[in-house]
């Protein structure tokens, strides 16, 4: 099996190598790409969609996006792009418990659960631009400038989304 690694140093690899490959990045970063898309979008089920989608397109083109430095970065775009699409498109609000969204308890870990719950409900509350930017820059741990790169906005304004977005969780935990 060629790895991603040596695809990207310009080795040849067949059809078979590639999609082992795929299966491989899949297998590693699925779960990942699923937890960051419910945390932008507030709706498991949307989430699904939009990793599916992502996946499908990445496998489509899986030869090119291989040998970038990041796919995961790539994959990542795909689904604020998408959601972005979605939400244009929809132009609709879907209220999501965010009891849907944990996975199920551990014993003993009440109070971890609890705390998981209270903290999607205050990301679910804010607006869709500021919950984007607040997850690209404290779960997925971007940088200003990339968070800007990846949502086709300036620096500044990805800022102050960042900005207003934690006043307002800061609101819901005082």
């Known amino acids: 099996m060629v790895g991603a690694g040596s695809v990207a140093e310009g080795a040849p690899h067949d059809a078979s190598s590639s999609s082992e490959s795929f299966d491989d990045w899949v297998r ?29 397109r990445m496998y489509a083109r899986w030869s090119r996006v291989s040998r970038l430095e990041g796919p995961d970065a790539y994959a990542r775009r795909i689904i604020v792009n998408q959601n972005v699409s979605r939400w244009r498109r929809d132009r609709r609000v879907t209220v999501v418990d ?30 869709r631009d500021q919950r ?43």
């Open 28 to 56: 590693a970063r699925q779960d990942a790409l699923l937890r960051f898309a419910t945390l932008i979008t507030a709706d498991s089920d949307l989430a699904r969609d939009l990793v599916q989608d992502a996946l499908t």
């Open 98 to 127: 965010p009891a849907e969204m944990v996975s199920t308890p551990v014993p003993g870990h009440e109070s971890t659960i609890s705390d998981r719950v209270t903290i999607l409900a205050a990301l679910a509350r804010l607006p």
């Open 132 to 174: 984007v930017a607040v997850v690209l820059r404290y779960y997925e741990d971007l940088s200003y400038q990339e968070i800007a790169t990846l949502t086709g906005v300036r620096e500044g304004t990805v800022r102050s989304r960042v900005s207003r977005g934690i006043s307002s969780l800061e609101g819901d935990f005082r």
